[in-house]
């Protein structure tokens, strides 16, 4: 029992916690610190944990890969955003 | 076999993904776009991940964590200096 208390708590907290990065990105419209990098790899790897949790039929993985996965994205496409916003600016006219 | 391949492939590219964070938040010392709460709850999340794993059993879930666990950490102490010389700064002399 306390087992999966643990691993219910561990999943909440991770999950949760991209959540303020979320609305914080959305709010300064600041993503400068943030690594392209990171979120390529980290959602990519989020999506295949929620495949991972459909192949051993486990829905609580696969509900909370989703909403990482839904929150992550949010954070990659305002990233994806400013980088080419950055090379256009930086383009000669 | 299928399922455990990727299993495997989500948790390096999810544990992997803070490197590059964690590497330019040193190489820029740059941290105003990252959330302080993010990674106070992740940093928790993700030890309670580790403690999951020793729990169960799993080597593979401790020592992904364990990594995780170190970058997100060297990602949250940079943030907590900041935030706390950010605070020092504003205070009236």
């Known amino acids: 029992m306390e087992t999966e208390l643990i691993g219910g708590l561990a999943a909440t907290l991770t999950t949760a916690s991209f959540l303020p990065q979320a609305a914080r990105v959305i709010r300064t419209n600041d993503t400068a610190a943030i690594s392209l990098w990171m ?47 950055a090379r256009t600016k930086s383009r000669p006219r």
Chains 1, 2 share one sequence.
């Open 39 to 85: 979120y390529l790899l980290f959602t990519f790897g989020v999506a295949l944990w929620g495949a991972y949790g459909l192949l051993i039929g486990s829905r609580p993985v696969v509900v909370a890969n989703a909403v990482t996965l839904t929150l992550a994205l949010v954070i990659l496409v305002q990233k994806i955003r400013h980088v080419r916003a």
